[in-house]
C-alpha cells in the first residue's frame, strides 16, 4: 500500500469532520419534542422567503381571493384562535415576531392550506368538507401553522444541503481512491438514493408527525375540542386513492396519524378542558368542479 493512497484515504475523513462541525453548528433543539434540529437557515432569512413566496401565490392570476364572508369570517376567527394560542405556547418569542396574515383561496377542488415562515397563511376552500366545521379547521390550520413555528421549512432545507454536500464529498472520496469513473457514477446513484430514502424522506414524516402533535395540543389550547383532528384523517382516509406506501411518502400514512392522534388525545383533552372554549359553526357547502371525462382510446 503506497503513501500516496494512504495520503487519499486520510483526506476524507477530514472532510467528514468539517461537515460534522458544520451539522454540530446549526442544532437546536425542538420545545416540545425534544427532537435535536438542524437549522444552518436563520430566521430572518425564511421569513423573508415566505413572504416573498406568499406575495407571489396572491398576485398569480389563477388564484382567486375570496371576499366572501361565509367563507373568510370562520377562517379568520379560527386563525386568531390559533394565533393566540401560539403566542401563549412555547414558540411565543416566534409567533409574536411573526408579521400573520390570512387569505381565503377560493378553489374548491384544492385540499389544502399551508403556512409559510413569518406567519403567512392560506386556506382553499376545497378543504371546507374535510374540516367540516370549525373544530375541524382549527386542527388543520394548528398544524400548518405549527409547520412554520418549528421551523420545518428552513430545516429541510438544511438537510437538502447536508446531503448534497455529503454526495458531493463522497464523490470527492471515490475519486481519491481511485475508483472507475463507472463505478463512481453507480455508487454515487445508489447513495443519492439512500439519501432520499433514509434521511429527506423520514425526516419529512417526522416534521409532519410533530405539526400534528403539536398541532393538536395548539387547537386545543386554542379552545377546540381535539378529536377533530381524528375524524379529519378519518375523511381523509376515505377520500384518497392510491396512496404510496408510507416508506415511499413524505406524509405518514392516514393509518399512522389517526393512531397517533388516539395516542395524544388524553394530552390534547387536559388541555382542551381546561380552555376558554370557542364557539364552532359549520364551514359553508362548496361545489367542487366534475373531474374531467376520460381521454377516448
Known sequence: MTQEFLNRVFRIPVIGILLAMIVIAGCETNPYT???????????????????????????????????????????????????AAKRSKYAETAKA????????????????????GG????????????KDEAGLAAIMGHEVIHALAQHGGERMSHGTIAQAGLTVSNIGLAILGIDPALNQLAMSALGAGTQGLVLLPFSRKHESEADYVGVLLAADAGYEPREAIHIWERMAAASEGAPPEFMSTHPSHETRISDLKNWMTEALAIYNSAPKA????????????????ALK
Open 34 to 84: 425534544g427532537r435535536s434540529q438542524l437549522l444552518m437557515v436563520s430566521a430572518d432569512q425564511m421569513n423573508q422567503m415566505g413572504a416573498t413566496q406568499y406575495s407571489e401565490v396572491l398576485k398569480d392570476p389563477k388564484v382567486v381571493i375570496s371576499q366572501d364572508p361565509r367563507e373568510t369570517d370562520p377562517v379568520n376567527r379560527v386563525a386568531t384562535r390559533i394565533i393566540e
Open 98 to 117: 411573526f408579521e400573520w396574515e390570512v387569505t381565503v383561496i377560493k378553489d374548491d377542488n384544492t385540499k389544502n392550506a399551508w403556512a409559510m415562515p
Open 120 to 131: 403567512k397563511i392560506a386556506v382553499y376552500t376545497g378543504i371546507f368538507p374535510m374540516a
Open 279 to 294: 364557539s364552532v359553526t359549520l364551514l359553508p357547502a362548496i361545489t367542487p368542479s366534475p373531474p374531467p371525462p376520460a
